[in-house]
Every structure is written in C-alpha cells, then in structure tokens.
C-alpha cells in the first residue's frame, strides 16, 4: 500500500464533497478522487461507509474517514502545513464550532446537490409556500450574521490562502452557489441589502482561485438545479 495515499469519493455538484476538497488543496495535500454514483453506489463506497452509504469519503492509507466535518477536523490535525482550520485558543475553537453547529442544524437534512437543504423549501415549492420558505432561510441567515460579527471587528472579511478556517469553507460550501440558485428561484438567496457581512464574506472566499478552481461550471450547476426544482415542483416526494 502507497504510503499516505489519500483518496475522496465524492461527487461533483455536492456541497459536501467541495468543503473536503477545498481542504485538501488549501493544505497542498495529494489526492486522488473517485467520482460517486449515487444512484448506483460503489462497492468500494458501500464498504467504506456502511452506516450510511454516502459521501464524502476520506481515504488515508486504506482507512475510511466518514462525514465532512469529521473529515475536516480530521485533515487538520493529520496535516499540520497550510492553513489552520480550527483555531488554536479554545475558546475561539468553541465559538467557531457553535456557529459551525448552527448552520449544520439549519441545514440538517438528506444530502442535496449543490443546495443546502433549507434552501430545498425555496426550490421545490412555488408561491407561498416558496415566499414562507424564503422568509425562514432569511431570518436564520440574519441571526447567524449578527452572531458572527465578533470574528471581524473592523466589520470587513479578509480571507486569503492563508487565513481560510473550517467556518470559511462551510459557509463557502453551502452558499457559494447562491447566484446559480437566485438565477433559478428568481429570489435573492444571499442579498447584498440584508445581508451585507454575508454577503461580502462569501464573495472574498468565492475570489480566491483555488475556491474558483472547485467551483463547477455556473450553466451546468444551473441546469441540475432546474431539475430538482422542476422534479420537486412536480412531485416533492420523489425527491431523496
């Protein structure tokens, strides 16, 4: 077996896959990806993660490494080059995990392609219910930007290679979209009026090039997303 061999089983479009990958590259780490079918899963997939069967999936020298935040966590403390993703003081570390905490409960839920889950309600549904569903993505986002404003007291994000951290790449990997997913919903998911801090953070993490490197192309992200919509809007329990 190749010594510090690193495979991730992934699949393109998935937020969850990007925030692994985004990792990887920041921290100069070789890997190899596999990409998954979901429809038709790997066996290598299905013994590396039987509990749930889904990516993504870690592999470090023939060992399976399960979830993506687990995987991040676990690809800090492993590679110690790059840029730090936790915090070394730890009450900044338990901030940042609170916060991490937050979006995950927000965004709980089965895996979606290229959209979090609370962003789902607004895509698969039309009207008021899509307007309802708006109005709560809304009022989260709100609540999780005042709440995050200690991490820059001058009120402007600054992040480069260098100063990227867990937060930068869950934030970058749930919402980093959100032009594709305005484009097809007609809404402003991340508005620059009522979400100015949001805003300006993710478009500093979306300018770095190794984020636009991950970033897959915008048509074809638009096209998968009017799918889902089409196929939610049709019948909302056929999706996954």
Partial sequence: MEENKVTLHGVWAS???????????????????????????SPLLLKYNPVHKKIPVLVHNG???????????YIDETW????????????KRAQVRFWISYLQQQSSGQLMLIIPPDVMGSITSDGET???ASKELFEKLKVFEEGVKEFFPDGTPCVDNNSVGILDILLVSLFGAH??????????IIDQEKNPLLFSWITAITELPVV???????????????TIRNAGLKSPAALP
Avoid: M, W
């Fill in 130 to 132: 899509q307007e309802k």
């Fill in 179 to 188: 032009k594709v997913q305005s484009e097809v919903l007609g809404i402003k």
């Fill in 212 to 226: 636009k490197e991950i970033i897959p192309p915008h048509d074809k992200l638009v096209a998968v997303l009017h």
């Fill in 15 to 41: 937020p969850y896959s990007k925030r692994v990958e985004l990792a990887l590259k920041l921290k100069g780490i070789p890997f190899e990806y596999v990409e998954e079918d979901l429809t038709n899963k």
């Fill in 80 to 91: 110690k080059d790059g840029p730090q993703l936790l915090p070394q003081d730890p009450y």
């Fill in 63 to 73: 060992k399976p490494i399960c979830e993506s935040l687990v995987i991040l966590e």
